[in-house]
């Protein structure tokens, strides 16, 4: 079993840019997919973007492609998401979530281990 511990949230004004972070422990990272998912108040949560276990292929939600970036670094058991151009939409809780399920990375049910969540404020 994994756990995820999310960081680097925080407030910032509109077309600023924050990086998040989430580390892994409890084992190695490297088996587990790992995609970023976020949630604003009063909406559904939502696909943000994924990264396979190489970090050879990325995806990306439509909203986002072009703004952010995920990466991962195996040796230090963490994911990155990098975030630019950042707009008042983007405000949310932003979860990292891990899997070792093959399948649609884009898919909320193919995770089992979930991160607490780290707020992101975009001010206009």
Do not use: H
Not at 18 to 28: F, V
Not at 57 to 79: C, L, P
């Amino acid at each position: 079993q994994v756990q995820l511990v999310e960081s680097g949230g925080g407030l910032v004004q509109a077309g600023g840019s924050l990086r998040l972070s989430c580390a892994a422990s409890g084992r190695t990272f490297r088996p587990y997919a790992t995609a970023w998912f976020r949630q604003a108040p009063g909406k559904e949560r939502e696909f943000v973007a994924a990264i396979t276990r190489s970090g050879g292929n990325t995806y990306y939600a439509e909203t986002v492609k072009g703004r952010f970036t995920i990466s991962r670094d195996n040796g230090k058991n963490t994911v990155y998401l990098q975030m630019n151009s950042l707009k008042p939409e983007d405000t949310a809780v932003y979860y990292c979530a891990a899997t070792t399920n093959y399948g649609d990375l884009r898919s909320l049910s193919l995770f089992k281990y979930w991160g607490q969540g780290t707020q992101v404020t975009v001010s206009s």
